[in-house]
Each structure stands twice: as structure tokens, then as C-alpha cells.
């Protein structure tokens, strides 16, 4: 399976639908929650060029949010990627 990481505060409702997707498809991942950690949001930051979340990584690409890892899995490229 593939290597997943998103980053991730609680009370996210991207987080929680973008998770969901995940596990609907039976993808493990890696979760890092930002909510409190600065030093985790900072790395996300730096990372994803971006501060909202969530924010996904496919075997080191990244997709960016929710809105993109739905996007993907609605044109069909989200399993390729997983594959």
C-alpha cells in the first residue's frame, strides 16, 4: 500500500471527510495533527507552501487538500496514485 501522510487539527471537517475518504478505500496513512504543535504546523508550512489543512502527501507528492484528494478520486487518477 501506498505511503499516505496528512496533516490533520480535530476539528478539521476537510480533515474528517479527506480521512474518511481514505479509509473508505482502505488506505492506511500517516496522521500528524497540527492543532497545539506549532512546530508541526511549521513543518506543514514548509512543506506544503500552504498553512490550511489538511494537507495530503502520496508517496512524497503532494496533493495538496480535501478538495484535491476528491478531485482525484472523482476522475479516476486517485487509485493510480495509490497503486
Not at 487539527?9 to 496513512?29: Q, S
Not at 507528492?61 to 478531485?71: K, R, S, W
Request: hydrophobic residues 40%.
Amino acid at each position: 500500500m501506498s505511503n499516505v501522510v496528512i496533516y490533520t487539527t480535530h476539528w478539521c471537517p476537510f480533515c474528517i471527510r479527506a480521512k474518511a475518504l481514505l479509509k473508505h478505500k482502505g488506505v492506511r496513512y500517516e496522521e500528524i495533527p497540527v492543532d497545539g504543535d506549532p512546530v508541526a504546523r511549521q513543518q506543514m508550512a514548509e512543506r506544503a507552501g500552504a498553512t490550511s489543512v489538511p494537507q495530503i502527501w502520496i508517496n512524497e507528492q503532494h496533493i495538496g487538500g480535501c478538495d484535491q484528494l476528491v478531485g482525484l478520486e472523482r476522475s479516476g487518477e486517485l487509485d493510480p496514485l495509490l497503486a
